[in-house]
């Protein structure tokens, strides 16, 4: 019995420096973005030969590989103020789900009135050699015949495809000939609060069939791989508006 | 006064472990007495500088070690030295395109390893932008060593050997890709030649002089080669055709840049130990000098993007009599280091020790 209040005591102990640690810090606090991967709507399953997944051309197609990047997260203040996420680097992949949900701290707190990110890996990263963490080469999504990260991946079949085994195969990727580095960003409906040891969550639906529609028509019988190039940034410039949409926005919590 | 001698201690190995950074400032590394890279007087300043990975005597050693070992390679049946052998330059003998695992042969020449710190860009085609990242292509493809980075980081991992050298060069057993890189780099960044008799003679040492014949080759030599194969790197690091083909095979430049007026293209190499870097030109079609030297005189072909430089003429090339082939192969004879070519610092520690795990 003794024993047990001893035990209480210091666990009570334990929860208040807890609580007071994180009200020193409230000047900061956490923001997590939550992936959920579909195709037109339809929740994504990789590698269902039952799925029937239809671009813009009526072409079908199954997804077997689904990951890509996504880097500089900037929140933007409702005064205006860019706030840049420093070295954050996001790899997101529809077979990893611990990939889905992201977190990011030390967010200063404020309100915030929107939110935008790249979709790829910058300039500077691109150029600067041997990289470890989430720009590591092991990661799969480095060209090493031509330097420079895999900014999305989608790979998969159609039966539409004249590729080997009908397959499908968009890497896209590229800076400096061939841009295909593109921007996603939004504005809240209302405010987003950060502070607190609550953290604020976003929710972004990722919707794979923005590869192939948008203002580039893809006919899977002409075009079934890209590896970066000229016909990589008719893929980038049909995603850049339809990849990405929020879904909710939950605000962070203050708690004294 | 025990205090004070050992703070005294400190304070050199202070200064002695500042001296290996301010080392930069005159572009010579040193760690303790040996120096691993210093730019030579008649070169400019390197491009590659060890900036975020500190050249250190056991970070080459380490770098040397992977070079050297087959772990490295799918079947661990070839290492990097394979088809890097230094007695060419550390380019491969005989070999017109290299030659991988299960005798897959690829559709490219190994080009050889040296002066790679004044590089930008690696490969015939240009496509890899960073030395670091410039191993990635041989150890990942098919068609070479075949082998993928996970797979490679785990077998490092699991090796004692490996631990202890990771420890030393960088302080971690946590060992990942990037310092598999880096190191690999602390070993071929380091790769100088800049010995040969032609350097010995541009910096007036001692006794070095041209011969008659070198001498003329030289004048030749400035006058019709100079303008792409450029002093001192005896390259202009720039892409361009010299008419091997009416239309390439391979697409060269053109792959990298999605170009069609760079088909065809390729890195103009440097000429710095061409005696012994044979056989020569991206698919490696010629065996020999003479061959070389015969396609620019008569054996060119006139694709549309042919560079300008060979057009001037009635016909393509540069008109060269036989004559003047000697005296140009005896100069660009002048450009074999033979102290790059043998130095021990280069060479397989286990062949030199015969002892082999």
Known sequence: MKKSIFLSAIVCLLAGAITAFNTIKADSGELSLNFKHVVNGVPLKLNDNSAHYANANNDEYTVSTFKYYISNITLTTTKGKDVVIPNICFLINAADPASLKQS???VPAGKYKG?????????????????????????????????GYIFLKLEGYSPQSTAKLHKLTFHVGGIKRQNTLRTFSHSFNKPLQIHGNEPAAISITTDAAALFKGQNLVDFAKLNSTMGGPNAVLIADNYKNGLFSITNVQQGRYEN | ??????????????????????????????????????????????????????LTLNGFKLGRELFYDPILSKDRSISCANCHQQFAAFAQLDHPVSHGVDDCLGTRNTPALF????????????????????????????????????????????SDKYIALFQQAFH??????????????????????????????????????????????????????????????????????????????????????????????????????????????????????????EHYNAGMASPDNLDPLFKPATKPGITLSMQEQTQLTAFLKTLTDHEFLTDPAFQDTHKNNEQYE
């Not at chain 1, 500077?124 to 031509?146: I, K, V």
């Not at chain 2, 780099?185 to 070095?208: C, P, W």
């Open chain 1, 104 to 106: 990011i701290t030390g």
């Open chain 1, 115 to 147: 939110i935008s990110f790249t979709i790829g890996v910058d300039s500077a990263r691109n150029f600067a050699g041997a990289q470890t963490g989430c720009l590591d080469p092991a990661n799969g999504m480095f060209w090493t015949w031509n330097s």
């Open chain 2, 1 to 54: 006064m025990k205090i004070k001698l050992l703070v005294f201690a400190a304070g050199l190995l202070f200064i002695a472990g500042v001296n290996t950074f301010s080392g930069l400032a005159d572009n010579a590394f040193n760690t303790g007495d040996t120096v691993l890279f210093k730019t030579p007087e008649n070169f400019p300043s390197p491009v590659y500088t060890f900036q975020g990975n500190p």
């Open chain 2, 115 to 158: 002066n790679l710190a004044w590089q930008q860009e690696f490969m015939w085609d240009g496509g890899v932008n960073h030395i670091e990242v410039s191993p990635l292509n041989a150890l990942t493809s098919d068609c070479e060593m075949a082998n993928n980075l996970p797979e490679i980081v785990d077998r490092l991992k699991k």
């Open chain 2, 172 to 293: 971690t057993t946590d060992i990942n890709s990037q310092l598999l890189l880096k190191a690999l780099t602390q070993f071929t960044g380091t790769l100088i030649s800049a010995n040969a008799k032609y350097d010995k003679v541009m910096r007036h040492e001692e006794g070095a002089q041209f011969d008659s014949e070198e001498a003329a080759g030289y004048t030749l030599f400035k006058a019709k080669c100079a303008a792409c194969h450029r002093e001192p790197l005896f390259t202009d690091l720039s892409y361009r055709s010299n008419g091997l083909d009416t239309r390439s095979d391979d697409a060269g430049r053109d792959t990298i840049t999605h170009q069609d007026a760079d088909h065809g293209l390729f890195k103009v190499p440097s000429l710095r130990n061409v005696e012994v870097s044979g056989p020569y030109m991206h698919d490696g079609r010629f065996d020999n000098l003479a061959q070389v030297l």
